[in-house]
């Protein structure tokens, strides 16, 4: 059974810094793509970002490209989502998930693995 823990999240004002962290039980996490999802309230969760399994290839949905990246250390079995440039349409329920293969996806339903959630506000 896998386990992710996501930290880092909390309130920030407009144009301000988090750094999401996201911590992986398991001897296998380095051969699987992990990704970030979202959700704000009475919205459906929607993808953010995603990295294949070496790290080498990454993705973002448009609206957070130049500011959000994408990271990770195989090493530690962590995942990380460096957030800067924050806007109120930021704020949501951030997730992170491991990919049921080693390949970037964009696709939710290509995600088996999920972890709790952290909370991101963004105001002023």
């Known amino acids: 059974q896998v386990q992710l823990v996501e930290s880092g999240g909390g309130s920030v004002q407009p144009g301000g810094s988090l750094r999401l962290s996201c911590a992986a039980s398991?001897?296998?996490?380095?051969?699987?793509?992990m990704g970030w999802f979202r959700q704000a309230p009475g919205e459906e969760r929607e993808f953010v970002a995603a990295i294949s399994w070496s790290g080498e290839r990454t993705s973002y949905t448009d609206s957070v490209k130049g500011r959000f990246t994408i990271s990770r250390n195989n090493a530690k079995s962590t995942v990380y989502l460096q957030m800067n440039s924050l806007k109120p349409e930021d704020t949501a329920v951030y997730y992170c998930?491991?990919?049921?293969?080693?390949?970037?996806?964009?696709?939710?339903?290509?995600?088996?693995?999920w972890g709790q959630g952290t909370q991101v506000t963004v105001s002023s």
């Open positions: 398991g001897r296998t996490f380095s051969l699987y793509a």
């Open positions: 998930a491991r990919g049921s293969q080693a390949k970037l996806t964009t696709q939710l339903n290509d995600y088996d693995y």
